[in-house]
């Protein structure tokens, strides 16, 4: 995982909006319809397509049409590419404050000598 | 942390830049002036100085001024919200597989008897 990964741009660009967040948060209990995932965000039916491509296009939902109706499900180990950035951080911020830790030790031993 | 908290979309927006999650990486190892930042991304410094402003308002990085020169410091915490909204999906996530096992044995044991 690199930072010049462009899928993990998608991702979180994906994630940074609270329509696309909330209508996540929405599938993950359940897959649904469009039509019902328009419903509670009060939105026009053309926006929420249009929330709902970016979110396929970062690979976050699946969506399949049966007749008339499309229903999209989310598709969750499509979360992990963030969760992985997120840990390679974390790793390298402690890393760190481990360096920081042995310095400020071999100072305070310094000091006693 | 809500779908609506509008701190969120900020640090995801930060997040969904190339540029920005590698001046991240840089920041993590160690503060840097911002014309060292700079350096290795081979852009302008007005163009950096736009990344950083977009890292700042987001509360990824604080910085500060002497004399003329501006160093830039991560501020690791900031991340914490995104961890927790994953986390957040994840949970949501494995409820509803574990709602579906429960479904399932029910199903088989209807079968056995």
């Known amino acids: 995982m690199t930072n010049h990964d462009p899928d993990l741009s998608l991702l979180f660009h994906a994630l940074s909006d609270p329509t696309r967040r909330a209508i996540l948060s929405r599938l ?3 897959p ?5 995932l328009a419903e509670p965000t009060g939105l026009r ?10 979110l396929e296009e ?5 969506t399949s049409k049966q007749g ?3 229903t999209c499900a989310i598709v969750p180990e499509a979360l992990e ?6 840990d390679e ?3 390298l911020w402690e ?13 305070m031993k310094e000091r006693e000598t």
């Open 28 to 30: 993950a209990a359940t």
């Open 32 to 36: 649904a319809r469009v039509t019902d």
């Open 45 to 54: 039916l053309p926006t929420v397509m249009r929330h709902l491509s970016v």
């Open 58 to 62: 970062a690979g976050l939902i699946a």
């Open 68 to 70: 008339r109706t499309r």
């Open 81 to 86: 590419p963030a969760r992985t950035w997120l």
């Open 89 to 91: 951080q974390r790793a």
């Open 95 to 107: 890393a760190r404050l481990d360096r920081l830790d042995d310095y400020v030790m071999k100072l």
